[in-house]
């Protein structure tokens, strides 16, 4: 078991995003991002468990030395705060202001366009809530699964009437109804989005080697996408160059019930490389590992 879990709370407060916002529409992108520089020193010494685990991603998983570590921290908040930015961007409007690319772009179009509905399978990569806005009439098939306390969370910040995007809410009293809703949309041919990186219950989890070190995954989404038949994608959104690149990777499961621990050594292969590729943009602010 990690010594920290993630608890599903955000830091920081809807009075500050606002402040961004304001920045955002006002003065610019850039304005906004400039004040980062400010910004991200704080939570480096007021956020302890945060930097304590990203220092630890950075030194002991990574194995960078440790001037190299203390620039990378600082990095990787500013990182964070970017594509905080872009998503309240997007929010109001300023879709133009980004250049954005497609890894496999094709492939995932086929699976979409096969009308079986779809599990997508993300991960705290990037900014996830960034692909809908661009994905138009697939973006309105796409319903996000996400656990109460991030959906309470995200309403404090996020105007979800003029979303690209359904949410479905887990509600851990009423599993049945939120179960049934998923099976729904997707015998509508719809799209079914759950992040596969963090769990917030120790009983119900998957062990992997991930970057060298065993970790606990969620059981939740390769349980499902497991039983349901219906086509698995991974899938990141990755800030880079002032823009993002959607990854899509398809899992093999050859038309049948997959098992959730082979699903899960395919995520957490695609996951990995990924992170490699671009370590700044794993925002994952616990201790992962065991």
């Not at 078991?1 to 920081?12: F, L, P």
């Not at 010494?45 to 203390?70: C, D, E, N």
Request: aromatic share 18%.
């Amino acid at each position: 078991m990690s010594e920290q879990k993630w608890t599903a709370k955000s830091r920081g407060n809807p009075l500050g995003y606002r402040i961004f916002i304001f920045f955002v529409k006002h003065f610019g992108l850039r304005f906004a991002y400039a004040n980062l520089l400010y910004v991200a020193p704080y939570f480096i010494p007021f956020a302890p468990q945060a930097t304590k685990a990203v220092w630890y991603y950075y030194r002991r998983i990574l194995h960078y030395g440790v001037p190299k570590s203390m620039w990378s921290v600082y990095l990787h908040y500013f990182r964070f705060g970017q594509c905080l930015i872009d998503k309240m961007a997007i929010q109001h409007g300023l879709k133009d202001k980004f250049r954005y690319t497609f890894d496999n772009y094709e492939a995932f179009l086929d699976v979409l366009n096969a009308g079986k509905g779809a599990v997508l399978i993300g991960a705290h990569v990037g900014a996830w809530q960034m692909s809908a806005s661009f994905f138009g009439n697939y973006g309105r098939k796409m319903h996000v699964v996400l656990v109460d306390k991030e959906y309470e969370q995200l309403k404090k910040y996020v105007d979800f009437r003029e979303r690209a995007f359904h949410v479905i809410p887990i509600n851990k009293t009423d599993v049945l109804d939120t179960m049934l809703t998923i099976k729904k949309a997707l015998n509508a041919g719809e799209y079914i989005c759950l992040q596969g990186d963090r769990y917030t219950n120790d009983e119900h989890t998957l062990e992997a080697d991930f970057m060298g070190r065993a970790a606990d995954f969620p059981e939740g989404p390769f349980l499902l996408a497991s039983r349901l038949r219906v086509p698995v994608v991974f899938f990141y959104s990755v800030r880079a160059n002032g823009g993002y690149t959607f990854k899509f990777v398809i899992a093999d499961v050859g038309g049948r019930r997959c098992d959730k621990y082979d699903l899960l050594a395919q995520y957490v292969n695609s996951l990995e490389q990924v992170v490699r590729a671009h370590p700044q943009m794993w925002f994952n602010f616990y201790q992962f590992w065991k």
